[in-house]
Nanobody, 115 residues
Framework: QVQLVESGGGLVQTGGSLRLSCAAS????????MGWYRQAPGKQREWVAG???????SYAGSVKGRFTISRDIAKNMVFLQMNSLKPEDTAVYYC?????????WGQGTQVTVSS
């Protein structure tokens, strides 16, 4: 099992930037994938970005070119740099880690983009 703690959310104006952090602990050496997801009020949770053990990254079309996922292996952390934020990016953002078919989740951090 992996424990995940997100931080860095907050309130920002349209066009602004935020950097989310996710600190991982536990069975970190077994993690094969980490990702960021988000859930807006009244909507289903959706995938935002991911990074696999090789370092290859991928992004949802709605954030590609604006968001960047990265990691610091030495610190067991994953980040999500969010630029050019839009009101539709408002959501609770969750960090997730996969070990095989198992997915562990963080508690989430709120991001609110004002227009």
């Amino acid at each position: 099992q992996v424990q995940l703690v997100e931080s860095g959310g907050g309130l920002v104006q349209t066009g602004g930037s935020l950097r989310l952090s996710c600190a991982a602990s536990g069975r970190i050496f077994s993690i094969n994938y980490m990702g960021w997801y988000r859930q807006a009020p009244g909507k289903q949770r959706e995938w935002v970005a991911g990074i696999i053990s090789s370092g290859t990254t991928s992004y949802a079309g709605s954030v590609k070119g604006r968001f960047t996922i990265s990691r610091d292996i030495a610190k067991n952390m994953v980040f999500l740099q969010m630029n050019s934020l839009k009101p539709e990016d408002t959501a609770v953002y969750y960090c997730a880690a996969n070990i095989g078919s198992r997915t562990d989740w963080g508690q989430g951090t709120q991001v609110t983009v004002s227009s």
